[in-house]
């Protein structure tokens, strides 16, 4: 439920802010952040926000290390944004709990900003067009089949 | 009767101070300092609770102690 | 040998409820761990000078966190108490005998000194069990049970709070309900209201077991001012009726000029009180309101924690209080935290010093110095230190120092001239086990 009505909320609104988004950012050339989205065209990208103190984020890093595995062939690319203030304490993190997808940086908080990050964890499911098709605040494990389900669905369309 | 009207005024300027200043606190990423232990409004519950049983034992007032809120605010 | 009168510690420490807002052990508000055991354990020594009270107390706390936040605490408390407290009655320059609780026989207070009551050793079992869960994602809560038994004593509550994020979860409020209804039995049966005390054998000025009910509501808003600063605000309504009296404390009925004790007169063969004494009597009511508010700081790795709460209650009785905390951490595993906590409160309406011998009584008279005006200070200095398993260690030693004065008005005759109001000096010390997780 949650996921079909944040798709009617966010959609149209999302595809053109992150087309903005992508356009800025790339073309930026002063940008701390070295995300382009532009990259990720024709793949599925699930954008994941986490911080090392934050414990539910901690908790979604095997589940999104086992999507990176199983679906990484079908074009899923995870890509975790991590918002520490201290790049030490994310590296450290890391050292403990290693993963399967990649990290970027965002400790200015201008990524999160652009995509409106209101809760951490917030993941981005978006398709391989560029638009947003949904966000899932915080991260529940009774949730991980419903996360799963999604991922496939969007991975099926063209 | 003004005790009574003087705490509902205190509350709604309470709750109108929280709710009304949506402009104040931090971004959510902002939070890794409320979320270490040590800033926890109650670190230690136990220690809290022996106190507030001693206080209570020996004066005329109890509890007023209030909630939880602040954190790291995740989920 | 100490003799066993065998007392309540309710009694002696004033109704001990176990309510979520009186002194219960408050419920740990971050359920953000993985799922797990953890425990928080204490043991704590409490002793007060002059030979008045000393506890042991044994606590532990465990928490089970499931998935998604959700968690079970319980808790369970053990306390072995001992000593005497001052009983009510003034201080008079020769020995005053009373009659006991139970009836059965009497027992001598010195001269020149605050009379206290007769030496007793009792325990304390305390449990409660608390559930937290969010509900759905803005709304958290939390609900509970709590019970505390005595030979003399026992209590039932339970409790339930809600709580709403805004703004972000820059900004939570709560509201708050607990519940508690105790029933007390006291040695020898519930005094009648300033019935006089009477001699070895007479409990016709005893009648039998009360209770009393507790309604406690909470609103509460917590508000994050920055990256390192918290606020919280609540107000507190407390609503309690039925026997609030202490069965065990009683007054003098003294000399209208003098101000010392009237004599009794002893039957040939009868063992009684040497002087005039009633029980004590107060209101089958008592409403409270509390204001507090909170702030903890973040300041380069110190954490400063200060908090302000005002009360104030329909028996007259104001109170001023403000707790500070410091803690300052020493490298990676180990802290300071000095503590310092002032205490300042009004007397009750009620609050006799003593009863005036041939003066009408008045409906309610307690000289409970727990209901009288003093200041207290706490001044304690805690130490913690992480062991390498990451489990925590702590210890804590306090100083809490009463100081009150007897209404100067008041006093008559020659209580003007001796030290009326029993100061209190007590040592707490701590020591705390957190493991598991």
Known sequence: MNRISDSFVTFTRRFLLVLLVSTVISTNTTAETTFDLQQYRGKVLLLDFWASWCVPCRRSFPWMNEMQDKYGGQGLVIVGVNMDADAAEARAFLEEFPVEFRIIEDAKGELAKEFDVIAMPSSYVIDRNGGVVARHLGFKVKRQDEYESLIQAVLAEK | MRIFSKAVFVFSLVIGAGTGCSSMGVEPWERDVLAKEEMQLLADPVEAGLDDHIYFSKEASSGGRGFGGGGCGCN | ?437
């Open chain 3, 1 to 437: 040998m100490i003799r066993k009168n065998r007392k309540s510690i309710a009694a002696t420490l004033a109704t001990a409820t176990c309510s979520l807002l009186g002194n219960s052990i408050p419920e740990p508000v971050q359920a953000q761990e993985e799922p797990g055991w953890d425990f928080n354990t204490a043991l704590l020594y409490y002793v007060e000078g002059d030979d008045r009270v000393d506890d042991l107390s044994l606590n532990v706390l465990a928490r089970k966190t499931f998935l998604d936040d959700r968690s079970l605490s319980l808790g369970f408390a053990f306390d072995t108490l001992s000593g005497a407290t001052p009983v009510g009655a003034v201080p008079f320059d020769s020995v005053q005998t009373l009659t006991r609780a139970s009836g059965r026989s009497t027992y001598s207070v010195p001269a020149d000194a605050i009379p206290l009551d007769a030496t007793f050793w009792d325990t304390r079992y305390a449990i409660h069990a608390n559930w937290q869960q969010p509900l759905g994602r803005l709304y958290s809560i939390d609900t509970g049970l709590s019970a505390s038994f005595e030979y003399d004593y026992t209590h039932i509550g339970a409790n339930f709070k809600l709580s709403r994020d805004f703004n972000k979860r820059n900004t939570t409020a709560s509201i708050g309900l607990a519940f508690a209804s105790d029933d007390m039995d006291p040695e020898g049966g519930a005094p009648v209201p300033l019935a006089p005390m009477l001699d070895v054998g007479d409990q016709s000025n005893k009648t039998g077991d009360e209770s009393k009910d507790v309604i406690d509501v909470v609103l509460g808003v917590t508000q994050v001012i920055s990256r390192n600063m918290l606020v919280q605000l609540s107000y507190s309504f407390s609503d309690s009726s039925g026997y609030l009296t202490d069965p065990y404390k009683i007054l003098t009925v003294v000399d209208p000029v003098t101000g010392d004790p009237v004599p009794r007169v002893l039957a040939p063969g009868a063992e009684g009180p040497s002087h005039e004494y009633r029980f004590e009597s107060r209101p089958d009511s008592r409403t409270k309101h509390s204001f507090y508010a909170q702030t903890k700081y973040y300041m380069s790795g110190k954490v400063l924690d200060a908090s302000y709460r005002f009360m104030t209650d329909d028996w007259g009785i104001d109170s001023h209080t403000v707790d500070l905390r410091y803690r300052w951490p020493v490298g990676e595993n180990k802290y300071f935290e000095p503590h310092l906590r002032f205490y300042s409160q009004s007397e009750a309406d009620f609050y006799r010093i003593s009863l005036v011998d041939g003066v009408p009584l008045p409906s309610y008279a307690s000289a409970d110095y727990r209901l009288g005006d003093f200041d207290a200070l706490t001044v304690g200095l805690k130490y913690g230190w992480t062991l390498a398993s990451g489990n925590e260690m702590s210890a804590r030693i306090e100083l809490y120092k009463q100081d009150g004065d007897a209404p100067q008005d008041q006093l008559i005759g020659n209580q003007l001239t001796r030290e009326m109001y029993p100061d209190l000096d007590a040592i707490i010390a701590q020591f705390s086990y957190r493991f598991g997780r």
